[in-house]
């Protein structure tokens, strides 16, 4: 699967307001398209002899739900309710609500029990958060446990600007453009999986429409393609400092990683009190020298990776400031590194690799309040750090004027030592001038292959299998 490009809520709109005013689609054109993309889709899921409520807002979103509705019945699917929430109701959910009345089809003024909810009481506009009417309702709806939900667009309570409540969907089908939204960190609560459903947009239209925002999956990862004179050096220097004598699984792990990503040659600054240790563990492939060996020796890296278990003593800060100082290419600060860093540093480029909680550390963020707050937090960070930022939640994300997302939602991943294998391979990738992004995916697809075959697994297994794929 290709790259996709992810866009905001008021770009979904500006497309259909060229579509309807430069191009003249006549009324109810895409929305008619929409109902039956989604028709497609739904009757694969529900049988007709399912029971399903649909919930439909007094936007146009409901106006989908409701055209939904009426496809549906008269298609053979014939134990339908609505629930069709009461207020100025646009023009587009007037005609439709007064189709499905005049076909009869029964009409509730409550969730009521069903095999199969379709949700369209909001949609991606929605421009704040929830109002207590229809946030009551979607937490009834939460709490009908519903064998299957399926949200048209966005579930109803999440968008650009809003989060919670939210339905929770098993199924999202977004119309036409792809929703950034749907990929926020939190936002897989609510959009298990989601399903693009493409209408016929003039491509002119939809060329003229730019986003820094990209959605790739596993599967556009590139593999390495050695030349034949490659050799140790031509396939990169790495430092990786980190360890100490509570902490030294990590550096073995991040040191490998490098070998796992076809690095050449790998120097591992340590803890003198546990140099022999880390020796033993990291095997004889990587040199061991002590921390304070880094400072003299920095310029024949073509990249450094700090952080690993390097812990946050006073030993650490002397030698994150080492790190910091030295007139290095590549500085990659992962860990407790990023935890001690001071904001500044004299290497040409920088990457920060944080999960949450090390990008509250970072930034004084505490939370966010929308999916627009993270992703407006992300660029203005990565631009004040002058770095690429690798922010690890359910996607990873990495920010460097746009932000490309590598899909993930496998929790699999989530096991002690995973991002000590990443920093390492996005280390060895940075010394050979790869782009982060892949070293991403090479995570992203070692951990995708490994719950295939395994179910869970452990770091080290995650290390043999993105060597065997590198």
């Known amino acids: 699967m290709s790259m996709r490009c992810l866009y905001s809520a008021s770009q979904c709109s500006q497309l259909d307001k060229s579509a309807h005013e430069e191009f003249c689609y006549p009324p109810f054109t895409l929305m008619e398209e929409a109902a039956l993309s989604a028709f497609d889709i739904i009757k694969k899921d529900c049988g007709k002899s399912k029971t399903i409520l649909f ?6 979103n409901g106006a989908d739900a409701l055209s939904l509705a009426r496809i549906m019945y008269t298609h053979g699917f014939e134990n339908i309710k609505i629930l069709a929430l009461e207020g100025n109701e646009t023009k587009e959910r007037e005609a439709h ?3 499905c009345q005049r076909l009869g089809l029964p009409f509730v003024s409550e969730p009521v029990p069903a095999d199969v909810l379709v949700d369209g009481l909001l949609g991606v506009g929605l421009r704040s958060q929830v109002r207590e009417k229809e946030g009551n309702l979607i937490r009834r709806i939460n709490e009908m446990n519903y064998d299957f939900v399926i949200s048209l667009d966005v579930p109803s309570g999440l968008s650009d600007r809003s989060f919670n409540p939210s339905v929770r969907a098993d199924k999202v089908i977004s119309f036409g453009l792809l929703k950034r939204c749907l990929y926020a960190p939190g936002a897989a609560d609510y959009a298990s999986a989601v399903v693009n459903a ?9 060329g003229k429409i730019k986003t820094p925002y990209k959605l790739h999956t596993a ?9 034949k004179t490659d050799y140790k050096v031509s396939r990169g220097r790495i430092a990786v400092i980190g360890g100490c004598e509570e902490y030294r699984g990590a550096v073995r792990l991040a040191s490998r990683a490098c070998f796992s990503a076809a690095g050449g040659m790998v120097t591992v600054f340590t803890d003198p009190a546990v140099i022999d240790l880390v020796s033993c563990d990291c095997g004889a492939g990587v040199m061991v020298r002590p921390f304070e060996d880094f400072a003299s020796l920095s310029s024949g890296f073509d990249a450094v990776l700090c952080g690993p278990g390097l812990s946050q003593s006073a030993q650490a800060r002397a030698v994150m400031r080492d790190a910091e100082e030295a007139d290095v290419d590549k500085l990659i600060l992962d860990a407790d590194a990023i935890r001690l860093y001071s904001g500044s540093c004299r290497a040409k480029s920088l ?3 944080p999960h949450p909680g090390e990008y509250r550390a970072l930034t004084g963020k505490e939370a966010f309040s929308c999916p627009d707050d993270f992703f407006e937090s992300l660029l203005s960070e990565s631009e004040r750090l002058n770095a690429v930022i690798v922010y690890k939640a359910e996607h990873v994300y990495v920010a460097s004027g746009g932000i490309d997302i590598a899909e993930g939602c496998n929790p699999a991943l989530g096991v002690a030592g995973s991002g000590d294998v990443l920093a390492g391979l996005i280390a060895a990738a940075e010394a050979r001038d790869e782009s982060v992004l892949n070293a991403v995916l090479l995570h992203q697809l070692a951990g995708a292959e490994l719950h295939r075959q395994m179910g869970y697994f452990s770091a080290d297994d995650l290390l043999q299998k993105a060597g065997q794929l590198r």
């Open 55 to 60: 919930a439909a807002g007094c936007g146009n």
């Open 97 to 99: 609500r007064l189709c």
């Open 198 to 206: 493409d209408l016929s947009y003039p491509a002119e239209a939809v």
């Open 219 to 227: 599967d556009e990862y590139e593999r390495l393609q050695l030349r």
């Open 351 to 353: 990457t920060l690799t």
